[in-house]
């Protein structure tokens, strides 16, 4: 059953097809759909999108958010020569990730939110474990097959989250909940580095981080798969003003298999993104080991660790934000928000290029050679460059969310596009990692133009999807094109349509 609730939603929402009147909000009963007022602040209820989207977050925080304070210390925490331990571990996460990730919309939309959001957590716990192993028995295979475990399992996760990022809210809040769950992501690896700074921060000398570092980040791990198991399936989530989220309502595995080919057919102008989810994690392993391990002793690393989360969490306010900013129309802020990232590709990373022709691989091949401390003269200049880089990188995923989740409303086709996002993204940090540990890697400078090169080039290709594919709104009728639902089934009230030729919201 279903209560009325007046007030909610009282003016009419327009399409460009058809224009869809509200007469009365209907909320269904139950404790999921009751919210709690803490004196002035009425918190929404549980089964809302804002409260899935902050339960979807801090899952995050404690999985994926641990392993990039592991990650971000460069070699996942290990000494230098060791760093190959890492590099092999993430080249089997990645290529493992980049297949299961480009299907893993497929498995998301069959199986729930749920359930792949617990399975996706599991695989972060093995991850950190294998490293508490290595330091013990330095037992590279077990490191391995880690790797590849957590490349099954996040694939799936990533789709799961992404599609609640981006079809959960309405199409004027998409860019604040891109921001609120990056920063709250980000938070994860904050917290996680200023541990690792804490645990390390009399150690002046470079060695492996302490094992306290790794069981700390295994219990968090845990509890973040543990914490997936309070979500509820995207059926049962309601907005504010009474409509649900689009999505079959009777999903089976070969209508999601099928589903994957028709996103692609349907929608064929994604693959002019598929450059920009190709870069986006390529630069991480020049940024981790090539800058961060290679130029750092233990305690900088992780006190740079914490500067490059925090000013992801920045960077995401500021984009999300400015991503939805009002009174301006959608399909301007998406040029706008090209030619920003246009902008700072070449301003970050040309300061970048200057820092980088000061030291080449040879130089720190030495078990001496000079490493920064916090304290060293001249430390200031490259510690400001990885607070931009980390900047740039919530500005760069957070865009390239914004941008999916502008083309569509569908849960069911935004899920495979996050599937799309992760498996492609994935495949770049393979081979990257892959390069980086090679018996004989290639030169600094070759990585750094490789990560510049293809940041700068993937936005020329992905330039015509701003200026052609993203609409100030999406019609509801064309969101249910991809789905078994009816307009009465999501819009989540008594309603009368009126034929028009252009609408709006």
């Known amino acids: 059953m279903a209560e009325v609730r ?20 209907r909320i269904p009963t139950g404790w999921k759909y009751k919210s709690l007022k803490l004196g002035p602040i009425t918190l929404p209820w549980y089964a809302s999108p804002e409260s899935q989207l902050i339960l979807v977050s801090f899952v995050c925080f404690l999985c994926p958010g641990m392993f990039n304070a592991l990650n971000g210390l460069g070699g996942a925490g290990q000494l230098s020569k060791n760093a190959y331990a890492s590099d092999a571990a993430n080249s089997a996460l990645y290529a493992t990730f980049a297949v299961v990730g480009f299907f893993a919309g497929t498995v998301t939309n069959a199986l729930g939110i749920r359930i792949a959001l617990s399975f996706g957590g599991l695989g972060y716990c093995v991850y950190v474990g294998s490293y508490l192993c290595y330091n013990h028995t330095r037992n590279l295979g077990y490191i391995v097959f880690a790797g590849l475990l957590l490349g099954c399992c996040a694939g799936i996760l990533w789709s799961a989250q992404g599609a609640i990022m981006m079809s959960y809210p309405p199409e004027k809040l998409k860019g604040r909940f891109i921001s609120w769950f990056w920063i709250i992501f980000n938070l994860g690896a904050v917290i996680g580095s200023v541990v690792e700074l804490g645990l390390n921060i009399h150690k002046s000398d470079n060695n492996t981080v302490s094992n306290g570092t790794y069981i700390g980040f295994l219990v968090l ?25 689009i999505l079959m309502k009777h999903p089976t595995w070969k209508t999601e298999i099928l589903g994957l080919w028709e996103t692609l057919r349907s929608d064929p102008y994604i693959i002019l993104l598929f450059p920009m989810f190709f870069a986006s994690n390529w630069f991480y392993t020049y940024q981790f080991n090539d800058v961060n391990l290679a ?3 233990t305690r900088t690393r992780a006190l740079n660790n914490t500067l490059y989360w925090l000013a992801q969490m920045f960077g995401a306010l500021i984009f999300g934000f400015g991503l939805d900013f009002p009174n301006i129309r ?9 030619v920003v990232m246009f ?37 200031i200049g490259p510690m400001f460059l990885y607070v931009l880089y980390g900047f740039y990188d919530a500005a760069w995923q957070t865009c390239v969310y914004w941008f999916m989740g502008a083309i569509s409303n569908n849960s069911r086709k935004l899920a495979n596009f996050a599937g799309f996002y992760k498996g492609i993204q994935s495949a770049g940090a393979a081979v ?3 390069l980086d540990g090679l018996n004989s890697p290639p030169p600094y400078m070759n990585l750094f133009a490789s990560c510049w090169i293809l940041l700068a080039g993937s936005l020329v290709v992905a330039l015509p999807v701003m200026i052609l594919k993203i609409k100030d709104t999406v019609p509801v009728e064309e969101d249910l094109k991809f789905t078994d639902e009816t307009i009465e089934d999501v819009i989540g009230h008594e309603s009368i349509y009126h034929t028009s030729e252009q609408g709006k919201v």
């Open 330 to 338: 959608r399909t301007t802020r998406a040029k706008v928000a090209w």
């Open 295 to 297: 130029q750092f002793n």
């Open 221 to 245: 791990t845990f509890l973040g798969a543990c914490l997936s198991w309070t979500l509820v399936d995207a059926k049962h989530v309601v907005r504010r003003d009474g409509s649900r989220i």
């Open 6 to 25: 007046q007030g909610l939603a009282t003016a009419s929402v327009q399409y460009p097809v058809q224009s869809v009147e509200a007469r009365e909000v």
């Open 432 to 434: 990257i990692w892959r």
């Open 343 to 379: 902008v700072l590709t070449f301003a970050i990373w040309g300061g970048g290029y200057v820092f980088q022709i000061k030291y080449t691989r040879k130089d720190i091949t030495p078990d001496d050679h000079f490493v920064y401390d916090w304290k060293s003269n001249g430390y």
